[in-house]
Each structure stands twice: as structure tokens, then as C-alpha cells.
């Protein structure tokens, strides 16, 4: 909580008292709010750090040219083009849109991986890892539940 408090403040600066949001995001609703707006899955992983089983979301295979975007609250993550087959069975990418995601470290399941979430709801994505390809080495496993696609 203390590091989620202290990337937010970074972030959003003197907006989070300004907008009387004690987690700094811009998009805030209740939990029956979001169970109302979202799929059954989709708040699952988002609102509730699910995982949507491998090989099952329909974004493994979209190849064409366009932006993932939040399920939640619709902000742009990932351009098609840093998509890449991690053959993992989840959509991943070798890197977010700037200022799309923020990083937090989770030590749950004793490992150590880095928890990605939306940085404008908050919304739970996926987790990042440094076995992706070039050029940055770094792989965005994501829930594709937790993303929708827009063509280009
Ligand atoms: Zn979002």
C-alpha cells in the first residue's frame, strides 16, 4: 500500500488530494459499480487480480493493427506493434504506452514478479517479466479479459 501510495503521489502529483481519491486514480468506482459495468471474467481479473486460463482469450490472436485497451475504463495500453507469441497463451507485449501502466512488486506465491494494473483505474492487467524479446527484454503477460481491442 505505502509503495502503490508513493508511485501514485509521484505520478499524479498534487492532483490525488486535489481530487479527494485515496489511491490517486483518476477512474474510482465501487466494487458493485464495476461488477455492474464489467463482464464476469473481466472483473474477476481486474477488480480482483484474477487469471484467465491460457489459450483462452480471443486477443491471443489479433494480429491486426490497432490498440489494447482497458476493459475498465477504456484507456489505451498497448500498440499492436510490441505485440509478439510469447507462446504463453496470454497476449503479451515488450511494451506499454507511455504512461499507461504503473509496476508494482508482489511477493505473493512465494516469487517475486511484478504486478502490472492500469495506471488510470487501477484495474489489474498482468504481470511483467525480463525474458521478452528486443529491444526492450521485458514481456507483458497480460489477461486479454482485461483488455479490449480497437482497429486501427
Ligand atoms: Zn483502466
Same mark, same amino acid.
Given at each position: 500500500?505505502q509503495?502503490?501510495?508513493?508511485?501514485?503521489?509521484?505520478?499524479?502529483? +498534487?492532483?490525488?488530494?486535489?481530487?479527494?481519491?485515496?489511491f490517486?486514480?483518476?477512474?474510482t468506482k465501487?466494487?458493485?459499480?464495476?461488477?455492474?459495468?464489467?463482464?464476469?471474467?473481466?472483473?474477476?481479473?481486474? @477488480?480482483?487480480?484474477?487469471?484467465?486460463?491460457?489459450f483462452?482469450?480471443?486477443?491471443?490472436?489479433?494480429?491486426r493493427?490497432?490498440?489494447?485497451?482497458?476493459? +475498465?475504463c477504456?484507456?489505451?495500453?498497448?500498440?499492436?506493434?510490441?505485440?509478439?507469441?510469447?507462446?504463453?497463451?496470454?497476449?503479451?507485449?515488450?511494451?506499454?504506452?507511455?504512461?499507461?501502466?504503473?509496476?508494482?512488486?508482489?511477493?505473493?506465491?512465494?516469487?517475486? @514478479?511484478?504486478?502490472?494494473?492500469?495506471?488510470?483505474?487501477?484495474?489489474?492487467?498482468?504481470h511483467?517479466?525480463?525474458?521478452?524479446?528486443?529491444?526492450?527484454g521485458? @514481456?507483458?503477460?497480460?489477461?486479454?479479459?482485461?483488455?479490449?481491442?480497437?482497429v486501427?
Amino acid at each position: 500500500m505505502q509503495r502503490r501510495g508513493f508511485l501514485a503521489g509521484l505520478m499524479a502529483g +498534487g492532483a490525488v488530494c486535489a481530487a479527494g481519491n485515496a489511491f490517486g486514480y483518476e477512474v474510482t468506482k465501487s466494487d458493485a459499480e464495476w461488477k455492474a459495468l464489467l463482464s464476469p471474467a473481466a472483473y474477476d481479473v481486474l @477488480r480482483h487480480e484474477g487469471t484467465e486460463a491460457p489459450f483462452t482469450s480471443p486477443l491471443n490472436n489479433e494480429h491486426r493493427k490497432g490498440v489494447f485497451a482497458c476493459a +475498465g475504463c477504456k484507456l489505451d495500453l498497448f500498440d499492436s506493434g510490441t505485440k509478439f507469441d510469447s507462446g504463453t497463451g496470454w497476449p503479451s507485449f515488450w511494451k506499454p504506452l507511455p504512461k499507461a501502466v504503473e509496476e508494482i512488486s508482489d511477493r505473493s506465491l512465494f516469487m517475486v @514478479r511484478t504486478k502490472v494494473s492500469c495506471r488510470r483505474c487501477g484495474g489489474h492487467l498482468g504481470h511483467v517479466f525480463d525474458d521478452g524479446p528486443k529491444p526492450t527484454g521485458l @514481456r507483458y503477460c497480460m489477461n486479454g479479459v482485461a483488455m479490449t481491442f480497437k482497429v486501427a
